[in-house]
């Protein structure tokens, strides 16, 4: 089945630093979406990005599906940045998301 | 446009006894997920419903674990008897479709359950 590796497995930042996290993926997909669960487990629509640049305030995503990795940059951090990072790719011949790893971010302030 | 709801947002049990969760997917949206997180992990699926019909229950422990969507819109997960390993939180989803171009199968999730066997 397809594998979804996600680096840093954790990253802590002073309030204010910029950071990237990756997501490899195994096989090709035609949809990749990044998530953020807050320390209260909610798990927060970032980005649809199935190929491509997108951008949404200080977060932005570049999904290169070619290479099969996708890329979540984080730019002035803030505390409320804080939480784990997901990414998740559907499995062959379904929707349903298999997710990554995750990458557990802390910003101190 | 309201999310996903779930309910409980908490539960406690001791092992062997039943529990259910329920879940009401954003209005419109077809395809309605349960995913399974134990601490530490990322959601894994149990089980994917278009409509009212099952289209993936591959991962789900049918001996213990059920589940229904009778009229394609709010769904029921249930766990009889419960064990400890099934502490975890679970986190239902819907999208407006299973398949199809995208964005029709960007998925949105709910607050999720938790749930702790005792």
């Known amino acids: 089945g397809i594998q979804v590796e996600q680096s840093p497995p954790d990253l802590i930042l002073q309030e204010g630093a910029n950071s990237t996290l990756r997501c490899n993926f195994s096989?090709?997909?035609?949809?990749l979406q990044w998530f953020h669960q807050n320390p209260w487990g909610q798990l927060i629509n970032l980005f649809y990005?199935?190929?491509g640049t997108k951008q949404n305030g200080r977060l932005s995503a570049t999904t290169v599906a070619t290479e099969r990795y996708s890329l979540l940059y984080i730019s002035s951090s803030q505390t409320t940045d804080s939480g784990v990072y997901f990414c998740?790719?559907?499995?062959?011949?379904?929707?349903?998301?298999?997710f990554g790893t995750g990458t557990r971010l802390t910003v101190i302030p | 446009e309201a999310g996903v709801a779930q309910s409980p947002r908490y539960k406690i049990i001791e092992k062997r006894q039943s529990v259910a969760f329920w879940c009401n997917p954003i209005s419109g949206h077809a395809t309605l997920y349960w995913y399974q997180q134990i601490l530490g992990q990322g959601p894994k699926l149990l089980i994917q419903?278009?409509?009212?019909?099952?289209?993936?229950d591959s991962q789900l422990p049918k001996d213990r674990f059920s589940a229904e969507r009778l009229k394609g819109v709010d769904s029921t997960l249930k766990i009889q008897p419960a064990k400890l390993e099934d502490s975890a939180v679970y986190l239902c989803?819907?999208?407006?479709?299973?398949?199809?171009?995208?964005?029709?199968?960007?998925?949105?999730f709910g607050p999720g359950t938790r749930l702790t066997v005792l």
């Open positions: 989803a819907s999208s407006l479709y299973g398949s199809g171009r995208p964005p029709y199968n960007e998925q949105f």
């Open positions: 990005i199935p190929s």
């Open positions: 419903f278009q409509n009212n019909g099952v289209v993936d």
């Open positions: 096989d090709s997909v035609n949809n």
């Open positions: 998740a790719v559907p499995r062959a011949g379904a929707n349903n998301l298999f």
